[in-house]
């Protein structure tokens, strides 16, 4: 290939990537600006605020209340008990031999495509039956149940791809499979625990549906019901709102930020297989 | 040891069973009892408070088949499934293919690409709707100040238009996620493969498609099969910016459930919109999930 088309091609990928990268940034660029600029200043997009208008963020937290706090008791333990649940059943799906095995594998992946809209109403009327409507620890219970199908897979594929070898040898030395499963396969499988962490956490944190059925009050409700509702309303401020969607953004964000590495390697264990 | 474990039935087996235990009672109270109290429930009408249902039969299910805005939301979750599988997944693709071939700075463009997929469908919605905003969001200010204000349109009031609007705003979401996967799947591609093809005198084009495409499988089934569930559960981004308005223009079923149900209080006609949902899903989504598991008995077969 001549140098001269092998440049051109450069020069066309490098404006592709780079056209991209200002599309997927402006969104988020022009959401963090407009959470500091004044009402006046708001609606000329494209200027830059010529001061920090704080009060859009303090009117954010006071209307956010304790949602923010309430979305953090709910995301951390139902992350965990999910992914606990997911090894849990990844486990023996992983080892089982015979038919008994796929059969309950397949059952589990059918929860796929089972739209959270079918369960909606009768487990609306469940979690209240069960004293849980309105509470943290009902959340937990509804994430942990819901994320079964996906945790199952994705741990059962990650455990597939752990040596069979190392299995065999554990049970031979007399280590019994429970203690293989928590001493030796769960810390052999730290990446894949953490890409799904991730993926958890983000599931359960931007759920709308689940909070908006279960949730009443101030008791439980998280920040995305939070923002719904004062996004949807006719006449929308929206450098309060931006701020609102800014501060529930971050946490998210940090947690990629932080384990990126981990998320990478975990997906190509447990998706990659 | 005192037990002698049988044949058949060992201590390994019954351990396994007792991991399964609370995973399988947990989806057969989340999954299969809702599933089924729904398909019950969608056979009566109730508004929820009464403390009797009346059996109505098929009734539900033959009303909605004539109703306009039924069918209006099936079309719309057909468009959406049709464009999860292509768009995002597509340019996904693109981008991971692009970056794959070593550019400075790609650490930055990988955090960039990903970035939106990590926030909740609220603030996608939030943010949206000011980018999409009328008179001074930004999209109208872009095309007034490159000359192009005559394109302009009232993207989210338009029923002509919202659908189109909204599945820029999933597609700038979700891409990362398509992205992330195929660029992961693309570092597992051997080099040996590719180093083979350039020595054969491949183009970078060919050594594409012919050569890291084919390995990439198991990274699209993935996309695939995650954008066709996504598809068919849409209902945070949809709700939260248009609540399926204007005129029900962008309803998909799982908005219109939700606005029979807790707004209309007409439990038995949303839990038949939620079962025709099921029934749409169990067709496109069936293959995907019977693949998944039977490629379990090939793996195990290596």
Same mark, same amino acid.
């Given at each position: ?273 | ?8 039935? @060992? ?33 009566? $009408? ?16 033959? $009303? ?24 995002? @997944? ?38 949206? !709707? ?118 029900? $223009?962008? #309803? ?6 939700? #606005? ?33 598991? !039977?490629?379990?008995? #090939?793996?195990?077969?290596?």
């Amino acid at each position: 290939m001549s140098t001269t088309l092998r440049q051109r091609q450069t020069v066309l990928t490098r404006t592709v990537l780079y056209g991209m990268a200002i599309l997927f940034l402006a969104p988020l660029v022009v959401a963090v600006i407009t959470s500091i600029k004044s009402p006046v200043e708001i609606t000329r997009v494209l200027a830059l605020p010529t001061e920090f208008y704080w009060q859009n963020y303090a009117a954010a937290i006071s209307r956010m209340g304790r949602s923010f706090l309430n979305s953090i008791a709910i995301t951390v333990p139902a992350v965990a008990f999910s992914i606990l649940v997911g090894a849990l059943a990844g486990y023996p799906l992983a080892y089982m031999r015979g038919s008994s095995g796929k059969v309950v594998y397949f059952l589990l992946l059918t929860g796929m495509l089972v739209p959270f809209q079918i369960v909606q109403i009768p487990l609306f009327f469940l979690v209240q039956r069960m004293g849980l409507h309105d509470t943290i620890p009902g959340m937990w219970m509804v994430h942990t149940a819901y994320a079964v199908p996906f945790c199952t897979f994705f741990m059962r594929n990650f455990f597939a791809s752990v040596p069979r070898s190392m299995y065999e040898a554990a049970l031979i030395d007399g280590c019994g499979p429970f203690l293989y499963f928590w001493k030796l396969l769960l810390p052999a499988s730290a990446s894949g625990l953490a890409a799904l962490a991730i993926i958890q956490s983000r599931a359960i944190w931007n759920d709308l549906l689940f909070a908006i059925t279960l949730t009443a009050s101030d008791k439980a409700r998280p920040v995305t019901v939070q923002i719904a509702g004062f996004a949807s309303s006719l006449q929308v401020e929206y450098g309060p709102l931006m701020a609102a969607t800014v501060i529930s953004v971050v946490p998210v964000m940090a947690a990629y930020l932080l384990f990126q590495k981990s998320f990478v390697r975990g997906l190509l264990g447990g998706a990659g297989k | 040891m005192a037990i002698q474990p049988t044949r058949r039935f @060992s201590r390994t087996d019954w351990t396994h069973l007792g991991f399964l235990a609370l995973p399988t009672l947990l989806f057969a109270v989340f999954y299969i009892y809702p599933v089924i109290s729904s398909i019950r429930l969608s056979l009566h $009408s109730w508004d929820g408070f009464a403390p009797t249902m009346r059996y109505v039969g098929f009734q539900n299910y033959l $009303s909605l088949a004539q109703d306009t805005r039924f069918l209006g939301a099936v079309r719309n979750n057909v468009i959406w499934v049709a464009f999860m599988l292509v768009v995002p @997944s597509g340019l996904g693709l693109l981008l991971a293919a692009i970056l794959d071939r070593g550019i400075r700075g790609e650490r930055a463009f990988r955090i960039i690409f990903f970035l939106p997929f990590t926030i909740p469908a609220v603030a996608v919605a939030a943010i949206w !709707r000011w980018m999409y905003e009328p008179d001074n969001g930004l999209l109208t200010t872009v095309l007034d100040l490159v000359g192009l204000g005559g394109l302009a349109q009232n993207w989210l009031g338009d029923p002509g238009v919202v659908n189109y609007a909204l599945m820029g705003a999933v597609a700038w979401w979700t891409t990362g996620f398509a992205f992330l996967v195929f660029f992961a799947g693309l570092r597992n591609v051997p080099v040996e493969c590719i180093e083979a093809a350039r020595i054969e005198g491949a183009t970078p084009w060919q050594v594409f498609w012919k050569v890291s495409f084919p390995l990439l499988w198991p990274s699209t089934i993935i996309v695939l099969g995650m954008s066709a569930i996504d598809a068919m559960r849409l209902f945070d981004v949809v709700w939260a910016t248009t609540r399926g308005g204007p005129a029900y $223009s962008s #309803d998909v079923l799982a908005t219109l459930t939700y #606005d029979l149900a807790f707004g209309r209080l007409e439990m038995g006609r949303a839990t038949a919109v939620a079962v025709y949902l099921m029934a749409i899903a169990a067709v496109i989504i069936m293959p995907y999930i019977i693949y998944m598991s !039977r490629r379990v008995q #090939d793996s195990e077969a290596e």
